[in-house]
Nanobody, 127 residues
């Protein structure tokens, strides 16, 4: 089991930026891919961005393409999410998650693919 600890959430005005960080235990061999999800009040949890540990291939939800960037530091076991041009609709609790099973590009941003989850960090964007 991979333990995940998110940090970096906070409050920002629309148009601002935040950087989230996820610290993973167990080393890179314990996770085939890692993703950031978010969940707003009354809404389902949605995938935001994912990255393969080997090779660093990335995937993004259409709603964040061009604004968010996922990256990783293999040596430090961190997975970051740089969020620029934030909008009020980005307000949510953001979760880091790790997966180990083979997955298609069409499913990598869906929650059932992930076995390990962090506790989440709040991001609030005001207009």
């Amino acid at each position: 089991q991979v333990q995940l600890l998110e940090s970096g959430g906070g409050s920002v005005q629309a148009g601002g930026s935040l950087r989230l960080s996820c610290l993973a235990s167990g080393g890179p061999a314990s996770r085939r891919y890692t993703a950031w999800f978010r969940q707003a009040p009354g809404k389902v949890r949605e995938g935001v961005a994912a990255i393969y540990t080997a090779g660093g291939i990335t995937y993004y939800a259409d709603s964040v393409k061009g604004r968010f960037t996922i990256s990783q530091n293999i040596a430090e076991n961190t997975i970051d999410l740089q969020m620029n041009d934030l909008k009020p609709e980005d307000t949510a609790i953001y979760y880091c998650a790790a997966g180990r099973n083979a997955v298609s590009q069409y499913s990598i941003l869906t929650p059932p693919q992930y076995s390990d989850w962090g506790q989440g960090t709040q991001v609030t964007v005001s207009s």
